[in-house]
């Protein structure tokens, strides 16, 4: 499967297909046996920090995600660990917040105080501030409401990276995905245009899915 | 879903929560240590000590209520531990209690004037290890997401109850609470090390720091410092 700059992938599959799994092995936090390659790099031990750099992981749950005490520490560990230079690091928490749609007063705050919706923009934040080539996000919307759901697909959509969305709402995929892969059982059955694949209710049923609401002949 | 936080009115800007927070370390250090070394019987001593922390107490702006309520809910700890060492005598005991109680009412001033993120910044520039630093950090952070795993845990269990089961039947149920608690923190911490690798981490953590030590901090270090000289090595109008 290749994946081009700028493209926006979904992965969809049911709970346990594997998605999470798949993800975490574009950057080599799992290493399985097959061949990955990142912006033309073979994915290997020894150039996995670069590898890292490209690609932003961003967890299903935030609270995984932020571990530093203050937002600002967990903005600033990424790229303090790839090495960017200290004076660029509170430019660069500042403009992930903005980016993230957060205001600035959030940095000195601690992540068990803030909302859900908070929460997860923050771990988004701490991704982008790492400026990576490549987005990997794992069920960015769960237990989300309604408004900051709207908020976050915005937010998601208006960002320039490639983007690989690894979820199983499927009208989240047809509103930001142009390609779609079905996965199942460790697998991918299915990769093609969003709408030709999430309306072909076959296909959608044997994997544990379902044709979206909107894309239902009445 | 409520917790109580250690650091509740860390982010009042009184003059104590300006200062840096190595400053409060090592200051509020010395003074406990002065406390503790304070012989039993020398009441005055006592008396200014206790003086100077309500002093400090009332420039935290901590209100007194919440220092009140703190101290006495380690008030039978204290009491407990002064009982374990009878053969002091009154006099030894009654001192074993004011140095607990004041040593504790220092520690409620400097977790309540310091932000806990600081404190840890304030323990690592002062030379704690990073395994330690961060460890507590994790603990801190992670405090209150366990908290509320396991008010949600009760919660389901209280709904699956009826009345009150037998004592046996109860701590099997909180045993396996408790393991299932046990085996979620393990995925969790598993989880927290993927995000940490995601983002780079190789082994180092990597500290945020803004330098802000200035002549404030040196004036409550060097008041603090000539306190304790005075207590100690006497001061020609100091009663012995």
Redesign the interface.
């Known amino acids: 499967m290749d994946v081009r700059i700028g493209e926006r992938v979904a992965i969809v599959g049911p709970s346990g297909a594997g998605k999470s799994t798949l993800l975490l092995h574009l950057n080599g936090v799992l290493m399985g046996t097959g061949l990955i390659r990142i912006m033309g790099q073979t994915l290997e031990q020894k150039n996995l920090q670069q590898i890292r750099k490209h690609v932003g992981l961003v967890f299903q749950d935030p609270n995984d995600q932020l571990f530093c005490p203050t937002v600002y520490e967990d903005i600033a560990f990424g790229p303090m660990n790839l090495g960017a230079p200290e004076k660029e690091i509170p430019f660069r928490v500042e403009k992930s917040l903005s980016d993230s749609g957060l205001d600035q007063s959030m940095r000195s705050r601690t992540s068990h105080h803030l909302s859900l919706g908070e929460r997860k923009r923050v771990a988004l934040a701490s991704v982008l501030a790492m400026d990576p080539a490549i987005l990997a996000l794992d069920e960015p919307m769960s237990n989300l409401d309604p408004r900051n759901r709207r908020h976050l697909i915005e937010l998601i959509a208006s960002l320039p990276a490639t983007l690989i969305l690894a979820t199983h709402e499927m009208e989240l995929v047809l509103a930001l995905c142009t390609r779609t892969a079905v996965m199942d059982r460790g697998k991918i059955w299915a990769d093609g245009n969003t709408r030709d694949l999430l309306s072909n209710a076959d296909l959608m049923h044997e994997h544990g899915l379902e044709v979206p609401l909107s894309l239902k002949k009445t | 879903m409520r917790h109580s936080f250690i650091d509740r009115f860390a982010n009042l800007d009184s003059p104590l929560h300006l200062l840096d927070a190595r400053t409060k370390l090592v200051g509020f250090t010395a003074l406990i240590v002065a406390v503790l070394l304070i012989q039993s019987g020398r009441d005055f001593v006592f008396f200014s000590y206790f003086f100077l922390i309500a002093i400090l107490a009332g420039i935290s702006q901590i209100p007194l209520g919440f220092i009140v309520r703190r101290t006495l809910t380690i008030l039978p700890f204290i009491i407990l531990a002064t009982l374990a060492a009878p053969w002091r005598g009154v006099a030894g005991l009654g001192a074993l209690f004011l140095r607990a109680i004041l040593c504790l009412i220092i520690l409620i001033i400097l977790t309540n004037t310091t932000?806990?993120?600081e404190l840890?910044r304030g323990l690592r520039r002062l030379g704690c290890p990073q395994i330690l630093a961060s460890n507590l950090?994790?603990l801190?952070?992670?405090l209150?997401?366990l908290t509320e795993e396991i008010l949600r845990m009760r919660q389901a269990r209280d709904c699956r109850r009826v009345g009150h089961a037998a004592l046996k039947k109860e701590l099997s149920t909180l045993g396996s609470m408790l393991g299932t608690l046990l085996v979620r923190s393990f995925e969790?911490a598993e989880?927290?090390y993927?995000?940490?690798?995601?983002?780079?981490?190789?082994g180092e953590f990597?500290v945020?720091d803004p330098h802000r030590f200035s002549w404030p901090d040196l004036a409550f270090l060097a008041g603090i410092a000539l306190f304790v000289w005075v207590t100690f090595f006497g001061f020609p109008v100091l009663p012995a």
Do not use: D, Q, T
Not at chain 2, 194 to 202: Q, V
């Open positions: 932000r806990f993120a840890l950090g994790f801190y952070r992670y209150f997401v969790r989880r927290m993927n995000a940490m690798l995601s983002r780079g981490y190789a990597p945020v």
